[in-house]
């Protein structure tokens, strides 16, 4: 079955960076547009980005826009969000989502991961 | 940039039926899905282009979508049914994803 599984988050300081990966098996990765999607605590969904099947279209949400960078690395089935210049309002559960389609568009998040809570704090 | 309006909140009774709106300027050009989010889990697709229904989602669930509005309904409410419930787009003008505010729907 498919399984989508991020990274351990964690804490980190205003202005610092963070890595987040997610490892997928259960279905050809390669195939499939990927994304990244946030919630802050008590707060509603908020999508971050998303990536091409093949890694060569990206688009980010304005708020993490030139900040955050979404990549993969199809060989190892593993999709990664790199964010730098961290602020408070970047506190959330982030989660990985696969597309049900190979290109960015029209498609449902069909599948999720289980979510890693990034926390920025002094 | 696209916004989604979605009531904070629905309640039903138990066994009736629960209609969840999300309005979008000419947001029937556009294909709709809907997630439903239970408390301290990962969202999971339970309506896709507007009418389509995932395996394994009860054929309960239903959607439309029209003119200015997106609805997911479901009928013989259950109490697994309380959840929070999200309507998402893409916005072809700017290659962006939009989730709707999040209605939180009580079974009562």
């Known amino acids: 079955q498919v399984q989508l599984v991020e990274s351990q988050g964690g804490v980190v300081q205003p202005g610092k960076s963070l890595r987040l990966s997610c490892v997928a098996s259960?279905?050809?990765?390669?195939?499939?547009?990927m994304h990244w999607v946030r919630q802050a605590p008590g707060k509603g969904l908020e999508w971050v980005a998303v990536i091409s099947h093949e890694g060569g279209i990206k688009d980010y949400a304005e708020s993490v826009q030139g900040r955050f960078t979404i990549s993969r690395d199809n060989s190892k089935n593993t999709l990664f969000l790199e964010m730098r210049s961290l602020r408070p309002d970047d506190t959330a559960i982030y989660y990985c989502?696969?597309?049900?389609?190979?290109?960015?568009?029209?498609?449902?998040?069909?599948?999720w991961g289980q979510g890693t809570l990034v926390t920025v704090s002094s | 940039s696209y916004v989604l309006t979605q009531p904070p909140s629905v309640s039903v009774a138990p066994g009736k039926t629960a209609s969840i709106t999300c309005g979008g300027d000419?947001?029937?050009?556009?294909?709709v899905h809907w997630y439903q989010q239970k408390p301290g889990q990962a969202p999971m697709v339970v309506v896709y282009?507007?009418?389509g229904r995932p395996s394994g989602i009860p054929e309960r669930f239903s959607g439309s979508n029209s003119g200015n509005t997106a609805t997911l309904t479901f009928s013989r409410a259950e109490a697994g049914d309380e959840a929070d419930y999200y309507c998402q787009v893409w916005d072809s003008s700017s290659n962006h994803y939009v989730f709707g505010t999040g209605t939180k729907v009580t079974v009562l």
């Open positions: 259960g279905f050809t990765f390669s195939s499939y547009a």
């Open positions: 282009d507007d009418t």
């Open positions: 000419n947001i029937g050009t556009k294909s």
């Open positions: 989502a696969r597309d049900d389609r190979s290109y960015i568009g029209l498609g449902p998040m069909t599948h």
